[in-house]
């Protein structure tokens, strides 16, 4: 009977993750605004470590300053001085702030911003980010967000004095960034916290439990926990969260993605390369490209119409793929430089620009999205591709996507490669093959579709909990 259990656990669909667990209400029944006790020991450990260790860390850091300038972007932010655009932005008018850490983060929580732009007109919406990436597509990209502001250091002090600033009206997190001294400071405060979108892997579930004494306390004065899928909610609750303020809404990347679905084809037809049949590496990390690029020789001799499109995961590894295609011969574009006469005969199309993935997936046969081939990263969303109806091949590290993983392999719709000659084998059949590519990306389709409406749950539930909260937002 217990096999059975987790089997027909196992075998629950995307659609059916999104449901709510809990209801919403008693959420708000019991998020009342006394803050648990924040075993202090805890914390204060926690704090004079971030202390004494930043001591000692400070030639270091100005030496990092003076090598590479990206790590100088934000740094008075982070210490908590905002910009004066910034506060004008808030000054006495109580924004609602939502932290999304990095670049896709900040892409899928756009409708959910939207949303909360629409219901609370008169609020400012401040966003806030870690990478300096993050940051630009926020100001070019993210134009419901009245301020942006990289997210400020964990410490006490530079937290204490970012919210005399800011004095937000209700918090929202993406994902599972927990800083303790902020989420604590803002339960004192008697201000809101949500979780949206959130995820609680096995791997965050290990590392929290850890730290356990310290992250306790913020797990019990989290207000309302909108997570993706069942899993998260359940881990998350072990993790010592109210089991009455977790409920299931969904993934907002669902939600928010292909809103600019014909932009990659009109650049691939100003570029001469429309018509050839398109392979893309998406989101991929070092060791990465080179299984995709060998396997791309072998692929075209059997396709010779095949056109692969990298899209190096990190900005500052666009000159070292490139450095690798010239290596390697390969004729390629650059996305930068298609304003030039067409290439037609190229065979890599090098993305090196943000925030354009996404449009380019209606017009692929497959896709591999990367952080999968190698440890660490714990894989990239497969949601885009599968969503444009394109076939995703991943790699066997997916952690961050593993429901999701495992119910597109179920469908048909996904296919796992462990290196580069499974990868080919996967890959030549579909693409020598349009019914069967069809298929399978229709079937990686309705997996996707199955769950979405994210933003509208996860909306109606915070709405529920501020009905009951005394908030400053109507102020």
Not at 106 to 131: C, G, N, Y
Not at 199 to 217: C, E, G, K, N
Not at 385 to 392: E, K, N, S, W
Request: aromatic share 8%; glycine share 6%.
């Amino acid at each position: 009977m217990r096999s059975e259990s987790k089997k027909q656990k196992a075998e629950s669909s995307v659609g059916e993750e999104q449901s709510v667990i809990h209801n919403p209400q008693s959420a708000v029944r019991t998020a009342d605004r006394s803050v648990l006790s924040p075993q202090s020991s805890s914390l204060f450990v926690y704090n004079l470590l971030l202390t004494a260790l930043a001591i000692p860390a400070l030639p270091f850091a100005g030496l990092a300053l003076l090598a590479r300038p990206r790590y100088r972007l934000g740094l008075a932010q982070r210490l908590g001085f905002l910009p004066d655009e910034v506060k004008q932005c808030v000054r006495d008018r109580h924004p609602l702030w939502l932290h999304a850490p990095s670049v896709g983060e900040i892409l899928a929580t756009r409708p959910f911003l939207r949303a909360l732009k629409q219901t609370f007109p008169d609020k400012p919406l401040l966003l806030s980010m870690q990478t300096p990436t993050a940051y630009i597509t926020a100001q070019t990209k993210i134009p419901e967000a009245d301020a942006v502001l990289y997210f400020p250091l964990d410490h006490p002090l530079l937290i204490r004095r970012v919210l005399r600033q800011v004095r937000p009206a209700a918090f929202f997190f993406t994902e599972t960034e927990m800083w303790p001294n902020c989420l604590l400071m803002l339960a004192r405060e008697g201000v809101p916290t949500f979780l949206v979108s959130g995820r609680f892997s096995r791997h965050a579930r290990a590392r929290y439990r850890v730290l356990r004494p310290l992250f306790r306390p913020v797990f019990q004065n989290l207000t309302l926990c909108c997570m993706q899928t069942r899993d998260d909610a359940e881990r998350l609750i072990e993790a010592g969260t109210p089991r009455e303020r977790v409920i299931v809404t969904g993934n907002f990347k669902v939600d928010g993605v292909n809103e600019r679905g014909g932009q990659g084809q009109a650049i691939l037809q100003a570029a001469g390369l429309a018509d050839r049949l398109l392979l893309i590496g998406a989101s991929t990390h070092p060791g990465e490209e080179t299984i995709l690029l060998h396997t791309y020789r072998r692929l075209r001799t059997a396709v010779p119409n095949l056109l692969l499109l990298l899209a190096p995961r990190h900005p500052q590894r666009f000159t070292e793929v490139e450095e690798m295609l010239k290596m390697g011969g390969y004729r390629y574009v650059k996305r930068s430089q298609t304003s030039g006469a067409p290439i037609t005969d190229a065979e890599v199309f090098l993305l090196d620009t943000l925030g354009e993935l996404s449009s380019f997936y209606r017009t692929a046969a497959l896709a591999f999205v990367g952080g999968s081939l190698v440890k660490g990263p714990g894989g990239h969303s497969v949601i885009e591709p599968a969503l444009a109806q394109v076939p995703v091949c991943f790699g066997p590290y997916t952690r961050n996507f593993t429901t999701v993983v495992e119910e597109l392999r179920r469908a048909g719709g996904g296919f796992e490669v462990r290196d580069g000659e499974a990868f080919y084998q996967q890959t030549l059949p579909l693409l020598t093959n349009a019914d069967a590519r069809q298929e399978a990306g229709r079937r990686a389709y309705a997996v996707i579709k199955r769950g979405q409406g994210a933003v509208e749950r996860t909306l109606a539930a915070v709405l529920e909990v501020m009905k009951s909260e005394k908030l400053r937002v109507e102020n």
